[in-house]
């Protein structure tokens, strides 16, 4: 099929049954078919039924984000699949830790502060931020404090729940 | 567990092992016979055997023979076919097997032994991460952890195996787990929380297409192997429907038999190896209509220039096909069996008729094509040449109760070129992963489901010195399986692409270093015979025929002979090479192509 066409970045949300095994599947069904991993995000959200939710941004042309999912779609463990970008009904939120030290972190502080980062730990010579946003903030944030001692980051990967009063 | 008991014992529960839980599984979902080699983490499994008469083991000598007996056992019934092996080597020597059920959608259970749960991750003797490795190659499967679990999950296992899309699972049961006692639970049609594989089609999609097929002026059938899977109701099915809409039908490799070769509107096989009138058809059709088939790559030749002027119909039960390399104008998810029932019955109903004067045009395009009689060769007084000894075997066995099974190479396409089929699960063969060493144990498990009937191998003498071993399985149990050799001693296939895309630099594909294969019948202890010319050819194929015994037949064929009709890499179906005359000029693009 097409190979010109454009590749996008997609975050989906698989539900899942939460057993032995199930993360490797979906994993697996990436790297063996080639596909692009971005972020992943798993934990389980209802006990009583064992479901997992796994949260993923992946990119690819418009067919292979079709593959995707139908290849998803198709794992016996896999409940359902959703597709954020291309539904737009979705909400997404990525929480990251920032961590920044040398003598611009006083300038680093006063930006974080007006982006909405909580500061949760401050020492002598460095901060500790949390802050919370979409994604692409994020990677704006972080860009911003690159050139104010930025030391280290974790990510947690993009979490997603619909809009409206549903469940997906 | 004698039978007396199990009627007295409780219908819906009981206490037991986790090994005496499986062998009552097995009988509980209809396992008649297994295929499978002992080891230390299987031993309570096999105890559990020997005191039990219901269930026949076949004991084989390599487990990748086991599984490709359990898939050549499912792909003649139509029943899943059932592995058992040990734990580490076991287990790994059944994943060519598992990964070959996977490719071509064959229901199997292989069930492995593990070590026992409290040395899983010490490395262990024997240990390795089963589930980890066959997790690429099966459907699903499963560690298990508790024996309470355990008749849960092997019928699941078959529900999985059997149902949408059939495939292989694999359920690995430690050794402990094995000993230690739960309550059994018989089969049950429970819910399954994630897996409901779509069977029923869209009525309006299945309208659709009987339109779409109505409004045809060059129409074509290819269908595939997912009208075996769907089981003899589909052959009868397609029959019923071509017989309505007079279109022409062609199938790939894994889909031969499920419309009879003898019909007029057969094409014959279509693809890398296909006939010149189905790939010509193919190409220039205005309405292709593809049941059970996803479009491979032996199939398409090159993507973009495949089939350009035609719209698309892509029946699948698995949606994943549906887009996957060919865009479906219409896609319709369904079993087989029922959509195909419901085209029949939606064209009968709306009285449809098939626009004649353009398909009475259509039909006169393809007989120009089929004068090409693309599967012509070359004969000789002198050398067999490998393409006579398939028609002189198909004519000395068709009237019989045949099966067919083959190893992977140049004796693969001739037989499914030119070996006519006329109904489903006749014909097994490794199509998707092209395994050599299928054809000889998948015809040890044929022949164990039709203990009278007639089982081949059209082999090649490199593949079939791959499983070689299971002649001794074929003995012990007096299984009169035919391993008919085409002997050019060659890998002929990699011979054949080393001439053309490699300047005929041979480069490791001589058969060097020969066994005699008629001593080696001999040692073995079945039959051994040669046919060296074609004036003894019918004689020794007739003695192969009569003796009610296994027979190693090594065939000397032409060892120079290539498989034409030949798309080469990356060239379209209107870009055939008919023979070595027709050159074969491959791309750069098609040479890096397998």
Same mark, same amino acid.
């Given at each position: ?168 | ?216 002026? =060059? ?104 887009? =996957? ?34 398909? =009475? ?11 090409? =009689? ?221």
């Amino acid at each position: 099929m097409s190979s010109a066409a454009q590749t996008n970045r997609h975050t989906m949300t698989v539900l899942v049954n939460n057993e032995s095994g199930v993360l490797a599947r979906v994993v697996g069904l990436f790297s063996g078919r080639g596909y692009n991993i971005e972020s992943l995000t798993v934990a389980e959200v209802d006990p009583t039924s064992h479901t997992s939710r796994i949260t993923l941004v992946t990119s690819g042309t418009p067919h292979v984000i079709e593959q995707i999912e139908a290849q998803l779609g198709r794992l016996v463990p896999v409940r359902s699949v959703i597709n954020w970008t291309a539904a737009k009904g979705g909400i997404e939120r990525e929480m990251a830790l920032v961590k920044v030290a040398g003598d611009k972190r006083d300038d680093a502080k006063a930006l974080a502060e007006k982006a909405g980062a909580r500061t949760v730990e401050a020492t002598s010579s460095s901060f500790i931020f949390e802050v919370t946003d979409v994604p692409a903030q994020l990677d704006a944030f972080i860009e911003q404090m690159r050139g104010l001692g930025l030391v280290d980051v974790s990510r947690t990967g993009v979490a997603a729940i619909s809009r409206g009063p549903e469940a997906m | 567990m004698s039978s007396a008991i199990d009627k007295t014992a409780p219908a819906d529960t009981a206490t037991m092992t986790g090994a005496e839980m499986v062998i009552r599984a097995l009988k509980d979902q209809g396992v008649t016979h297994i295929f499978g080699y002992p080891g230390g983490a299987v031993l309570p499994i096999y105890d559990a055997l020997f005191a039990d008469h219901g269930i026949t083991h076949v004991l084989v000598r390599h487990e990748q023979g086991a599984v490709h007996a359990a898939e050549g056992y499912a792909r003649s019934t139509g029943k899943p076919g059932v592995a058992l092996v040990t734990s580490g080597p076991g287990a790994t020597n059944a994943v060519t097997g598992l990964t070959d059920a996977l490719m071509d959608s064959i229901p199997l259970v292989v069930i492995s032994g593990q070590v026992p749960t409290h040395l899983i991750g010490t490395d262990g003797f024997q240990e390795c991460d089963t589930v980890g490795i066959t997790r690429p190659c099966t459907k699903d499967n499963w560690l298990v952890r508790d024996a309470n679990s355990l008749s849960r999950i092997l019928h699941e296992a078959f529900q999985i195996a059997t149902t949408g899309r059939p495939g292989p699972v694999l359920v690995d049961i430690p050794k402990d787990i094995q000993f230690q006692k739960g309550e059994y639970l018989p089969p049950a049609n429970v819910r399954h929380r994630s897996y409901k594989p779509k069977t029923e089609p869209d009525r309006d999609a299945i309208e659709r297409a009987v339109e779409m097929m109505a409004a045809a002026k =060059k129409p074509i059938f290819y269908t595939g192997g997912g009208l075996i899977n769907s089981g003899p109701a589909a052959s009868r099915a397609l029959r019923e429907l071509v017989d309505l809409t007079g279109f022409p039908i062609t199938s790939t490799l894994m889909g031969l038999g499920a419309f009879p070769a003898s019909r007029p509107e057969w094409l014959g096989m279509l693809g890398m190896h296909g006939t010149w009138e189905a790939n010509h058809a193919m190409h220039d059709c205005d309405l292709m209509i593809c049941l059970g088939a996803r479009f491979d790559d032996r199939v398409t030749g090159r993507v973009a220039a495949f089939s350009p002027g035609s719209k698309k119909i892509h029946l699948d039960i698995d949606p994943s096909q549906i887009n =996957k390399v060919i865009r479906a104008d219409l896609g319709i998810v369904a079993d087989a069996t029922r959509a195909i029932s419901e085209m029949v019955q939606v064209w009968k109903a709306k009285k449809k008729q098939a626009d004649k004067p353009a398909l =009475k045009e259509w039909w006169a395009q393809i007989d120009t094509w089929r004068a090409k =009689k693309s599967l012509a060769y070359k004969p000789s007084d002198t050398l067999i040449k490998p393409q006579y000894a398939v028609d002189r075997l198909y004519e000395l066995t068709k009237d019989r109760d045949t099966y067919i099974t083959t190893e992977v190479g140049q004796h693969q396409m001739w037989a499914a070129q030119r070996y006519k089929f006329e109904e489903p699960n006749r014909w097994m063969t490794s199509g998707g992963l092209g395994t050599m060493g299928y054809g000889l144990p998948a015809a040890v498990g044929v022949q164990m489901a039709h203990r009278d009937a007639l089982v081949i191998d059209i082999a090649g003498e490199a593949s079939v010195q791959m499983t070689m071993q299971e002649m001794s399985t074929a003995i012990q149990y007096d299984l009169p399986i035919k391993i008919f050799i085409l002997n050019n001693e060659y890998m002929g296939m990699v011979r054949q692409w080393q001439q053309l895309l490699h300047g005929g630099r041979y480069s490791h594909s001589y058969s060097e270093a020969l066994p005699d294969f008629v001593k080696m019948a001999d040692a073995f202890g079945c039959v051994g015979l040669r046919a060296t010319t074609p004036q003894e050819l019918d004689g020794k194929i007739q003695e192969m025929i009569d003796v009610k015994r296994p027979v190693l037949f090594d065939c000397r064929v032409d060892k120079m002979e290539n498989c034409y009709p030949m798309i080469p890499s990356g060239a379209a179906h209107n870009e055939m090479l008919l023979s070595p005359d027709d050159g074969g000029e491959v791309s750069e693009a098609g040479k890096i192509l397998v």
